[in-house]
């Protein structure tokens, strides 16, 4: 990460503690010359919104804390184009959440701090501030503790007009207070894009009943929704989204989880608003207290920066909808930082994030690859003590045991982004840490590793986990890919500790696990333990029949394992049984109205979770037969044969994409290659 050393002074209003604080900054300044550059850099505890002369430069700027423990990022944002000759006027409109999250944590105070060195502007006394009369605090059901953030509130009868332009009047407002920088650390350089937003898109089709009007959105979206309406004055909108409140996952669907709306007051005559912050949905709702006439329902959709390039037909129907939703699920699963659903939680879980990142590399544009590269700097720099934990950033971090051996193993995020960007300062950053996390496991007397609590000692959801066994085996796999570290790296500094423990483990876990028929630590068979043993390569070739057996019948893992279940499967040869269980175990997910997938093989949780996209994985991984292993300097595909009659997709690679098509009738294999990826067919 890069650290910035800004001259520019933290300023706010005169009181910068109250939580869901709303501020408008502006700066006047005259210039005789436009520079061909000039990189703005913007901080702000919690959201901003940059504009130059009334036209919009940044949507929803900043970065949730932290970039390292106590510290923050600043955004870098080149203005020179918005800039005129003669006088300017610089705004922002900051908000300061004041509150923590499972994504966000709390600094305890409101501060901005704005410093563009080509045309001399730094944030001082000397900009005027005022706390947005229009914005309220809601009454009423509040936002779930695991989102960060709060309702909206705005009454339009105490709107202030356009603070963006140059000739508004801001005489009432105050000069800025200056704060010394006790809370709000070293900054660093934001190291994904800013955000993306499109043009204003009118929701034709809106239903009214018993005061709602509901609009359907082409798919799930991140959105910002706006509406013209004529009113009396006085009348009450309130918007929201159809995944307003949500059950809670499988084991806590007892619960409901609110989310964000927006309560809009009416002035009288002609209204016209927009809201700048986002709520997630496939619809918009929007109730109002007493009747209004509305001449025009709108949104924005913004998100993450990047595109879905990849595309997948095969010829089961099935199939290509779970791929397509998984698409659309790992999308919106991503935005300051890869969360494990936008409608209830939005945390970073590492183990969702393992799950994701395969997907990632294949179907995702090469922006996607930095959001990967922050989560993995999340990940190692907010660990606490040598501890690595889930939802960082966030105040709501755990530490699972079993997710954060997940994303240090061969079959976790570390490793794919690896393959994917080979990264090796990445790596390096990676490895101690990674090494100190194991030491914190001990040995037992039966030469495998003891249980560790953690914050949660969680393998999955729902029944029959074996948990001795997946704990092993999650264990002896991040050893492996600490080996392949070390030799990656050249550094042996600690072998003697990881080949002994490799060692240890290999000697007993058959011995100990082996049952005959199946692998487990007590008197229940169940799939995921018996998947893990095979992908960790515990298990040898000649037991493959017995799991094969195991993985066709028992059914006891969540979506979150499903993925490994189906990689095993594929992994021992037998990718009709992959295909089938998938096809089986998918279908509910597949032919439901949703554009994402569920949570669960049930309608339990969210109806869009980020640790559901395997038939991504499955369908190019193993199916299609695409891999790499040096950034896709190079990459080989090897299509399976024998399950369908025709596959096609579309993958991103170095530079470019490549279209591959497989006729299994005729036995060909075309690839239309538009990158710089040197491939290798084998058919």
Not at 217 to 231: C, D, N, R
Not at 288 to 293: A, G, N, R
Not at 671 to 680: H, P, Q, R
Request: proline share 3%.
């Amino acid at each position: 990460m890069k650290k910035l050393s800004l001259s520019a002074k933290w300023i706010w209003t005169k009181d910068n503690i109250t939580p869901d604080s709303r501020v408008i900054f502006r700066k006047k300044f005259n210039i005789s010359d436009i520079p061909d550059k000039c990189n703005a850099y913007i901080s702000v505890d919690t959201k901003y919104w940059l504009y130059v002369n009334s036209k919009q430069v940044v949507f929803e700027g900043g970065l949730f804390r932290e970039s390292k423990n106590g510290c923050g990022y600043a955004d870098v944002a080149d203005i020179s184009s918005y800039l005129r000759q003669g006088e300017n006027v610089i705004s922002l409109f900051c908000w300061f959440y004041g509150n923590g999250g499972r994504n966000n944590t709390n600094s305890t105070r409101a501060g901005m701090i704005f410093e563009c060195p080509e045309i001399g502007i730094y944030s001082d006394s000397d900009f005027k501030c005022k706390k947005h009369p229009a914005y309220y605090k809601t009454s009423g059901q509040q936002p779930s503790f695991l989102y960060g953030g709060h309702n909206t509130g705005f009454d339009a009868r105490l709107d202030i007009g356009d603070f963006t332009a140059l000739d508004f009047d801001d005489s009432d407002f105050e000069n800025a207070t200056e704060y010394e920088n006790q809370m709000w650390g070293e900054l660093y350089e934001r190291p994904i894009p800013l955000h993306k937003i499109s043009g204003k898109r009118i929701l034709d089709e809106v239903r009214y009943e018993n005061g709602k009007y509901t609009a359907s959105l082409p798919y799930a979206s991140q959105v910002t929704p706006g509406f013209k309406v004529i009113a009396q004055g006085g009348e009450v909108i309130s918007i929201h989204t159809d995944r307003y409140a949500v059950k809670g996952g499988p084991g806590d669907d007892i619960h409901t989880y609110y989310g964000h709306r927006t309560e809009y007051t009416c002035k009288p005559g002609l209204n016209e608003f927009e809201s700048l912050f986002y709520i997630y949905g496939e619809k918009l709702v929007f109730e109002v207290s007493s009747p209004v006439t509305f001449t025009e329902f709108s949104y924005r959709e913004s998100g993450y920066n990047c595109d879905i390039v990849g595309g997948f037909a095969c010829d089961c129907d099935i199939i290509n909808k779970a791929v397509k939703k998984a698409m659309r699920t790992l999308y919106v699963c991503m935005r300051d930082n890869f969360m494990d659903c936008p409608d209830r939680e939005r945390g970073q879980w590492i183990g969702d994030v393992s799950v994701q990142l395969p997907q990632v590399g294949y179907v995702l544009d090469g922006n996607a690859l930095l959001l990967a590269k922050k989560c993995i700097n999340d990940f190692i720099n907010l660990r606490k003590g040598d501890a690595l934990v889930g939802n960082v950033p966030g105040e709501n971090f755990c530490e699972l045991p079993s997710q954060s051996l997940n994303a240090i193993s061969e079959l976790g995020m570390i490793s794919y982004y690896y393959r994917y960007t080979a990264d090796k300062e990445t790596l390096k950053l990676c490895f101690e840490p990674c090494v100190n996390y194991l030491k914190l496991w001990n040995m037992g007397k039966d030469g495998l590793v003891t249980p560790r609590q953690g914050n949660w000692r969680w393998m999955d959801h729902l029944y029959n986990v074996d948990e001795d066994v997946c704990e092993n085996a999650w264990y002896y796999s991040a050893l492996k890919f600490m080996r392949f570290v070390a030799k990656e790296l050249s550094d042996n500094r600690f072998d003697e500790f990881i080949g002994s423990r490799i060692n240890s483990i290999e000697n007993n876990f058959n011995k100990k696990y082996w049952k005959g028929d199946r692998y487990a630590s007590l008197d229940f068979v169940d799939d995921r333990a018996n998947a893990l043993a095979v992908l960790c390569g515990l298990c040898p070739k000649e037991n493959y029949p017995y799991i094969h057996n195991i993985l066709i019948t028992v059914f006891n893992c969540t979506v979150y394992m499903e993925n490994y279940v189906l990689s095993a499967l594929c992994e021992m040869g037998y990718y009709e049984d992959a295909r089938k269980r998938m096809t089986s175990r998918y279908y509910n997910l597949a032919v439901n109205e949703n554009t994402t997938l569920w949570e669960d093989f049930y309608i339990l949780g969210t109806k869009n979770h980020a640790w559901s996209g395997a038939p991504i994985t499955i369908m190019y991984r193993y199916f299609m037969g695409i891999s790499t292993t040096d950034g896709f300097e190079t990459a080989t595909i090897k299509p399976e044969k024998t399950i369908f009659k025709n596959m096609e997709c579309t993958v991103n690679a170095k530079g470019g994409l490549i279209h591959i098509k497989v006729d299994n009738v005729n036995g060909k294999v075309s690839v239309i290659n538009g990158s710089e990826t040197k491939v290798n067919v084998i058919y």
